[in-house]
Structure formats: structure tokens, C-alpha cells
T-cell receptor
Framework: NAGVTQTPKFRVLKTGQSMTLLCAQD?????MYWYRQDPGMGLRLIHY???????AKGEVPDGYNVSRLKKQNFLLGLESAAPSQTSVYFC??????????????FGEGSRLTVL | GQNIDQPTEMTATEGAIVQINCTYQ??????LFWYQQHAGEAPTFLSY??LDGLEEKGRFSSFLSRSKGYSYLLLKELQMKDSASYLC??????????WGAGTKLIIKP
């Protein structure tokens, strides 16, 4: 039972490079999210999706793009990486109307360093 | 604005009891969550409160007072493996989660 899987787990980029983080979930969840987590701060929502083909901006969307072409996948792209994007990125999914409405299931995280 | 406050760090002794507080101010309320996060790992679900009162689950309990905008997580019979960060999150009127910065709990033998 894989749950939520993120790739890659670690990545080092140079300023200006681009990359894509992939998130895959096998729980048939409608909702998917990308968060970043920085020391001393709470999880901050970057973008989210409430269904296949839909995306929306979260709290800190600048510098990121996302796509949800398939229900099970949610991609996070950095077109031109900046040192301020050095962070740990978490993907999560949820199912509306569940027993714990809004409970999130997280991937293991992707640690990104931008030099 | 929306705000979640919880202590940055707490220290407790193995076998003891610790209470981690969380106060919130959000636009609407659709439940409060507690998650546990070990260093270098993903957050995992601990508890969910949507009505006032105490929810007990083994060694862990969570309390909610909606009128006071207040919750606490109570951990009993502390074990070394309970050393982790504990994240408080509130589901607002749009069912979006607003997260606290987390409380790092250090357990000493």
C-alpha cells in the first residue's frame, strides 16, 4: 500500500534551473496539495487541486506551477529556481467528506536545495 | 487574519504527562487536527476534534473549546519515541487547513 509517493526525495539545483516534483497517490483521493515547510514556520500551501484538470493557488504560489492531468498525479514545477525556494516540499492528498473531514495523507517529502 | 499559536518547544521526562496548547483565530471553523512529525519525516494524523470536549485515543487525548478558540494535546506515559514535533491545524470556512508552526517536544530519560 504505497499511499502518497513523491519523487525525487532529494535534489540540488543551481539558481535559474528548472525542475519538476512528481506526486502520485493510489487512494483515489479527489484533493491534492503541495506544501513547503521551512524551519520555524508552519506548513504553507503552494497550490492545490480539487479534481482532475483543476488547480488553484494557495498561500505562496509565486515561482511555482502545477498540473493535474490525471487524478492520481499532481506535478509541481519550478521554472527558474531561486535560493528562496530551498525547502522541504510535501505533497498530500485527501478525500472530501471522510471520517475526519479534511484529514491529509502526506508523502515522505522532497528536500530541495537551490545554490 | 488567520493565526494559529502553539509553543515552539517543550521538554518533558519519560513516563510523565505533557500538555501542548494551541490557540487559533480563523475565518470559520470546520475542525481542528493534531499531527505528529518526527524529524526528517512526513506529518502523520493523530486526532481530529470538531465538537467541544475531549477525544481519547490510547495515550493521546485532544481537547477542544470552540468558544475559547483553544485546543490541547495531552500525552500520557511519555516514551522516548514521542520526541517529535506536534502540529496543530484548523480547517477554516473553505475547508483549507491553517497550520501552526509546530511544537518540538523533547523527552528526557
Amino acid at each position: 500500500n504505497a499511499g502518497v509517493t513523491q519523487t525525487p526525495k532529494f535534489r540540488v539545483l543551481k539558481t535559474g534551473q528548472s525542475m519538476t516534483l512528481l506526486c502520485a497517490q493510489d487512494m483515489n483521493h479527489e484533493y491534492m496539495y503541495w506544501y513547503r515547510q521551512d524551519p520555524g514556520m508552519g506548513l504553507r500551501l503552494i497550490h492545490y487541486s480539487v479534481g482532475e484538470g483543476t488547480t488553484a493557488k494557495g498561500e505562496v504560489p509565486d515561482g511555482y506551477n502545477v498540473s493535474r492531468l490525471k487524478k492520481q498525479n499532481f506535478l509541481l514545477g519550478l521554472e527558474s529556481a531561486a535560493p528562496s525556494q530551498t525547502s522541504v516540499y510535501f505533497c498530500a492528498s485527501s478525500s472530501p467528506g471522510g471520517a475526519h473531514s479534511g484529514e491529509l495523507f502526506f508523502g515522505e517529502g522532497s528536500r530541495l536545495t537551490v545554490l | 487574519g488567520q493565526n494559529i499559536d502553539q509553543p515552539t518547544e517543550m521538554t518533558a521526562t519519560e513516563g510523565a504527562i505533557v500538555q501542548i496548547n494551541c490557540t487559533y483565530q480563523t475565518s470559520g471553523f470546520n475542525g481542528l487536527f493534531w499531527y505528529q512529525q518526527h524529524a526528517g519525516e512526513a506529518p502523520t494524523f493523530l486526532s481530529y476534534n470538531v465538537l467541544d470536549g475531549l477525544e481519547e485515543k490510547g495515550r493521546f487525548s485532544s481537547f477542544l473549546s470552540r468558544s475559547k478558540g483553544y485546543s490541547y494535546l495531552l500525552l500520557k506515559e511519555l516514551q522516548m519515541k514521542d520526541s517529535a514535533s506536534y502540529l496543530c491545524a484548523v480547517s477554516d470556512s473553505n475547508y483549507q487547513l491553517i497550520w501552526g508552526a509546530g511544537t518540538k517536544l523533547i523527552i528526557k530519560p
